[in-house]
């Protein structure tokens, strides 16, 4: 599965508006940041007569993002995953994926649930949208 997160960061990177090239892997610290969190679901979604089978890998997309009492600021944080689901939706319309390795070929991106505060402390607060990757696993 490391492959799989592997690709799906760089292809996260290439997001126009992240703030800072900084994309972690089941981290955040305690600056403002993003992470890739895998996500425990069925891997399998369909299985075929050939042995192959379509298959799933979902994932939470994590901010860290400054927080305070002001609307504003909060406002703005929501509106970046809203930015982010249409980035993403926008992205699989085209056609643009992860690349994956040989006998993995990407049909779907997508996201599963709009972004929302996940966690909060005094001056941050973590903003997650669930996401899922789909792919056919050829034999």
């Known amino acids: ?22 994309v972690n ?10 992470s890739i969190d895998p996500l425990p679901c069925d891997p399998i979604v369909q299985r075929y007569t ?3 089978a379509k298959k799933q890998f979902q994932f939470a997309f994590t901010s860290q993002e400054e927080y305070d009492q002001d609307a504003r600021i909060n406002i703005e944080n929501s509106g970046f995953f809203q930015a982010f689901d249409e980035w993403l939706e926008e992205q699989s319309f085209m056609g643009n994926f992860p690349d994956l390795d040989d006998g993995k070929i ?8 709009s972004g929302y505060l996940y966690d909060i402390n005094e001056i941050n607060a973590k903003y997650r949208i669930e996401c899922r990757l789909i792919y056919v696993q050829e034999v």
């Not at 599965?1 to 900084?22: A, Y």
């Not at 990407?106 to 649930?113: D, G, I, K, R």
Request: proline content about 5%.
């Open 50 to 52: 050939d042995g192959g």
């Open 25 to 34: 892997v089941d981290y955040i610290g305690e600056e403002m940041g993003y």
């Open 1 to 22: 599965m490391s492959n799989l997160i592997d690709s799906i960061r760089k292809f996260i990177l290439t997001c126009p508006f992240l703030q800072d090239g900084r």
């Open 106 to 113: 990407p049909v779907l991106m997508e996201t599963l649930n």
